[in-house]
């Protein structure tokens, strides 16, 4: 199937599957849903491979050698995408549920701060990693992982979402890592 066919089965579902929730988690807030999405095989499998296909190379190999999920949606998407490259997954959580000596970053939410963690020993040094989460709205959580990655020694090569929400300006955070959000609103 070409990459372009990937994208369009994941673009499709994508647009059926993920729903709008007004006023979550607080008034004037728009959730995007992905639960439908995650509990429909062909959609959730058809996004699955749209995200890994960002991580291969022209001839359909492995181009990364660890993906990293975000909690907590990141992780659901990002855990099946190594396992369809064949490669590591790594998780990127928040304070004090990692279990062994960790990098943390501070990073500024819409309502306050938050501090993620990442093991130290998380990856060798060069190693090439595709990130990947649910939605990218305001930027800070991703430019948090990324700089996290990379205090470990690796090097976040890629970026992918379901959704960019454009209108927040999230990407104008990760300029020194390209972006692909599957659907932008």
């Known amino acids: ?6 994208r369009d089965r994941a673009v ?3 647009t059926r599957l993920v729903r709008d929730v007004p006023d979550f988690p607080e008034p004037g807030v728009l959730f995007k849903d992905i639960a439908p999405l995650l509990a429909d095989g062909p959609g959730f499998a058809a996004v699955v491979a749209a995200l890994a296909d960002l991580g291969r190379d ?7 050698d660890k993906v990293v999920g975000m909690e907590a949606r990141g992780f659901i ?3 099946p995408v190594a ?3 064949g490669v590591g997954f790594v998780p990127v959580r928040k304070a004090g549920k990692l279990p062994h000596d960790t990098h ?6 819409e309502y306050g701060e938050a501090v993620l963690e990442l093991h ?3 990856f060798a040094p060069g190693e090439r990693v595709l990130v990947i989460d649910d939605v990218l709205a305001t930027g800070g959580t991703a430019r948090a992982t ?5 205090r470990c020694g690796a090097e976040p090569v890629a970026f992918a979402v379901l959704l960019e929400l454009g209108f927040l300006s999230g990407r104008e955070q990760l300029t020194d890592v390209p972006v692909t959000a599957l659907t932008t609103t």
């Not at 199937?1 to 990937?6: V, Y």
């Not at 022209?58 to 990364?64: I, N």
């Not at 943390?104 to 939410?109: D, H, S």
């Open 58 to 64: 022209d001839a359909g190999r492995p181009a990364v």
């Open 120 to 122: 130290q020993d998380a």
């Open 83 to 85: 396992v369809a490259l």
């Open 146 to 150: 990324c700089e996290l990655v990379r």
């Open 12 to 14: 499709d579902a994508l």
């Open 104 to 109: 943390q970053v501070a990073y500024a939410l």
């Open 77 to 79: 998407l990002a855990a």
């Open 1 to 6: 199937m070409a990459d372009q066919e990937i």
